[in-house]
């Protein structure tokens, strides 16, 4: 379970790149986070794995709080955690097989349970024939799922993808996020950030959508909700949508379950 309780987050230049962010999501969940460029969507991801503590206000995640843990303990914590990039981060000089192992040698995994579990998260992803290839000897989606094995392998109970579809082409990236969906599935949370609008509404899943460090809108089934936000947040170099018919929007963002509660 992730938990940001009246999260503020300033940097030492003084951007407030949070400010004042609800956001609970249950064991089991598959959210997208969605939001223009510079809207605080990293810095969630960096608040969710301990990277930064918040500057106000507290975050949990699988039980640790983050604010109060110990430093030892933040070990711990990343490993009840897989986290997929962009750009992949495979080591290059190794196999498929060997990037993926690696992960679970570092832990300190049995010889034993490496081979079983690899095999499986390389099966899972589709890649079992390649198990032997170098990730310069494969394609960007591959590589994608090279790093989504790699994430998967120590069995985190939640898995973080930031704009993991930010370099591969839209069937490719179509293929990602169903096997996320389809990890999602076998019981995994799944939080996924993403710019990409015609993806996310391919998928009927909860999205929430951030701007200005605020959340715009928590809605379940597609994009085009946010868009509905975007017109009145103008961002210079966007494309303004096309204008439709549009219901009267709230003069402020709808609040989260927990404020109701
Ligand atoms: N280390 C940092 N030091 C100072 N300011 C930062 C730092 N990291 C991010 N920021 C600022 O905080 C704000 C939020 O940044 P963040 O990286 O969370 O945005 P994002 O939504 O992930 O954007 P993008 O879609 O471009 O990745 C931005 O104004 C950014 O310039
Ligand atoms: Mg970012």
Do not use: C, W
């Not at 049995?110 to 579990?117: A, L």
């Not at 868009?227 to 709230?250: D, F, I, L």
Request: avoid cysteine; glycine fraction near 8%.
């Amino acid at each position: 379970m992730i938990h940001l309780s009246d999260v503020y987050q300033s940097y030492a230049t003084g951007t407030r790149a949070l400010q004042g962010i609800n956001l609970r999501i249950e064991d089991g969940e598959f959210v997208f986070l969605v939001g223009p460029s510079g809207s605080g969507k990293s810095t969630i991801i960096k608040l969710i794995i301990a990277e930064l503590l918040p500057t106000a206000g507290r975050v949990t995640v699988n039980g640790y709080n983050t604010t109060k843990m110990r430093a030892s303990e933040v070990p711990y914590l990343r490993r009840t955690i897989g986290v997929v990039f962009q750009d992949f981060r495979l080591i290059e000089k190794k196999t498929v097989y060997e990037n993926v192992a690696f992960a679970m040698r570092i832990v300190g995994a049995s010889p034993q349970e490496i081979r079983n579990r690899v095999a499986y998260v390389l099966d899972l992803v589709g890649l079992a024939h390649k198990a032997r290839r170098k990730p310069t000897e494969l394609s960007g989606g591959e590589q994608q799922r090279v790093s989504i094995a790699r994430a998967l392998v120590n069995n985190p109970s939640l898995i973080i993808a930031d704009e993991p579809t930010g370099n591969l082409d839209p069937d490719r990236s179509l293929e990602i996020m169903m096997l996320l969906e389809h990890i999602n599935s076998l019981g995994t949370t799944v939080l996924v950030v993403t710019h990409e609008k015609e993806l996310v509404n391919q998928f009927n899943q909860r999205v929430v959508a951030i701007d200005g460090g605020l959340i715009v809108s928590d809605r379940t089934g597609g994009y085009y909700q946010y868009e509905q936000y975007e017109n009145r947040y103008k961002h210079p170099g966007e494309s303004t949508p096309e204008p439709t018919e549009q219901p009267e929007q709230p003069e402020q963002p709808e609040q989260s379950d927990e404020q109701q509660a």
